[in-house]
């Protein structure tokens, strides 16, 4: 899970060094990150729920709602991304089941550290809550009835939990591409404690699709239930 980029300092000679970083989500398809929501004592990077990222430029219809802010990188991640519901609970809702989608419902902006904004614009209507990321581990995992099943509940990576078929729709087809699932996040659970307000995702699962490099290349999200 981990990529390199060469970089050519040029001063009085030319020095060559390789900078590495991690994904936060594994690159194995095998092997997912799971996370969950935490009470939030101080102020962190990457969160769900209360006000938007300060500072952030980013272009919303009125009445764009803020999700959540994600690492793109392990460890002290140096980018991350935000993520906004950018349209009415009613149109959202339309895209339930319909495939993978590619339009400006689900706004995605990267973006450096950033504290939360003390204006409610934007807002998200949730409680404040940090993510609390667990280790790496295997995304397909055995069920309660013994079966093999992919890994269910908020993560990093791997496959699709699909609600409905057995895969779910257009998710292979993106992996092919060179997708990957960067993030999906799940109904909370009581191990995310007590998450109060307008859940933006109904009951049913958001999943998010990309690949580096992400400031070029456009997002696939779906929402299923």
Not at 21 to 34: A, C, G, H, M, V
Request: glycine share 8%; proline share 6%.
């Amino acid at each position: 899970m981990r990529f390199a980029r060469n970089c050519l300092l040029k001063n009085n000679f030319e020095r060559e060094f390789t900078l590495t970083e991690n994904f936060i989500y594994p690159l194995d398809l095998k092997q997912s990150r799971p996370f969950h929501f935490v009470e939030e004592s101080t102020p962190v990077d990457v969160r769900i729920g209360g006000n938007m990222p300060d500072g952030l430029s980013v272009r919303l219809h009125e009445g764009a709602r803020y999700f959540g802010t994600f690492p793109i990188y392990d460890e002290i991640s140096r980018l991350y991304f935000s993520i906004f519901i950018n349209c009415s609970f009613a149109n959202f809702i339309k895209a339930l089941n319909r495939g993978f989608q590619t339009d400006d419902r689900i706004v995605v902006a990267i973006h450096e550290s950033l504290p939360r904004s003390t204006s409610a614009k934007y807002g998200s209507g949730l409680s404040q809550h940090a993510i609390h990321i667990d280790a790496v581990g295997a995304d397909l995992i055995q069920s309660d009835t013994g079966e093999t099943v992919v890994r269910e509940g908020h993560k990093f990576g791997g496959s699709p939990y699909s609600i409905q078929k057995p895969v779910l729709p257009g998710s292979e087809a993106l992996f092919l591409k060179g997708y990957k699932q960067v993030l999906q996040v799940d109904f909370p659970s009581p191990s995310d404690g007590r998450v109060s307000g307008s859940w933006p995702f109904g009951d049913g699962i958001f999943n998010l699709f990309w690949k580096d490099p992400f400031e070029k290349e456009h997002y696939h999200w779906y929402l299923q239930g």
